[in-house]
């Protein structure tokens, strides 16, 4: 699942030497969505981006209500993340449209595949932050979809760790880490930073692991750095 949250600045402002995320001013739609979560008990976090690119991860995921949440953080702060899509849906007369919500167009058929195709995308753009939902359902499963992971190793990007935390009612991106390679030590930093934070049904939370699964999406486009996971998720 793709969490899908709207560009809405330049990435010209965003001031990369203070690593301030450079929020727009708050017009009185924004603070009616940060008002309705107040409303609710919500506090919302926002760390500032250290790099003009990076990919954001979302977890836990077990509710419908998570949509709603996230949207109303998403449009209250204004959040420059771009998502994904088939390409067959960015054809006139929709294309613009989709490409203003921040949608990226990515075409599966491209030599290496989809996360080649994306790593490309990164190098042709000066800025991009692609927003992701590991687990890819709302169900229980014993692992994560691993294509942040390669994503972020295969782009050289940091990683955003987004939450939804219904027991201290907080939302918002908490901190960014940076992959070494290094499955287990990579996946320990998630855990830490997960360990306090849960999702409004717990039990349908996935473990967080990656699966390890050959692909020969992965032979066809070697990653910048070590990678041990082969998942694209």
């Known amino acids: 699942m793709l969490l899908c949250i709207r560009e809405r600045y330049a990435p010209e402002e965003m001031s990369l030497d203070s690593s301030i995320f450079p929020s727009p001013p708050r017009n009185p739609f ?20 250290p790099e003009a690119k990076g990919v954001v991860v979302v977890y836990p995921h077990t509710s419908n209500w998570d949509f709603v949440v996230g949207m109303l953080y998403r449009l209250g702060h204004a959040v420059p993340v771009h998502w994904l899509g088939k390409h ?8 613009g449209l989709l490409q203003r919500l921040g949608g990226i167009a990515i075409d599966r058929r491209t030599p290496g595949g989809a996360i080649r195709s994306i790593v490309d995308e990164f190098d042709r753009r000066e800025f991009m932050w692609l927003a992701l939902a590991p687990e890819g ?10 294509g942040f992971y390669q994503i972020a190793l295969a782009a050289g990007v940091p990683c955003g760790l ?20 290094d499955m287990d030590e990579d996946m ?13 049904r717990p039990e349908q939370a ?23 996971e082969r998942d694209p998720g």
Not at 206 to 228: G, I, K, T, V
């Open 88 to 95: 067959s849906l960015f054809r006139w007369p929709f294309a």
């Open 137 to 146: 359902t709302r169900s229980y499963t014993d692992h994560l979809k691993s």
């Open 206 to 228: 996935s473990e967080l692991r990656l699966r390890l699964l050959p692909s020969p999406e992965a032979d066809a486009a070697p990653p910048r750095q070590d990678m041990r």
């Open 188 to 200: 320990d930093k998630l855990r830490a930073f997960y360990a306090d934070k849960q999702g409004l």
């Open 30 to 49: 924004r603070r009616f969505c940060l008002w309705i979560l107040s409303l609710f008990g919500w506090r919302t976090v926002l760390a500032p981006f």
């Open 162 to 181: 987004g939450h939804i935390d219904y027991v201290n009612k907080t939302v918002g991106i908490g901190t960014f880490v940076s992959f070494s390679g």
